[in-house]
């Protein structure tokens, strides 16, 4: 079976989470499978909508899990995302004194 050839990543809670996650890891070379819990797929999105309570498990192949969770894992992404932009957490004020801190968070 197919499904023995993949591991389970994680669950979408919504066909708007899965989409994105799904677009997500394709665009990184990574293909995904699914399996619905309960009453789900086509039927729940014509009579409730997409943005309805889902619970979608994503599965992705083992040789690609690894790269998978990197890709997810918030912490990593938006440490890379500051150093590309050229952010440095240094310079945040992470004080609660809004008296014209020279030094804040950026906006």
Known sequence: ????????????????DFILLKNYLKANGIPVITKE???????????????????????????DLEEAIKLLDYEEFSAELDEELGLDTEDWDDSDDSNNSKKNKPN
């Open 1 to 16: 079976m197919i499904e023995d050839q993949y591991i389970y990543l994680t669950m979408a809670d919504s066909d708007m």
């Open 37 to 63: 819990k309960g009453f789900g797929g086509p039927i729940r999105s014509i009579f409730m909508g997409n943005f309805t309570p889902a619970h979608i498990e994503v599965f992705v192949k083992e040789s």
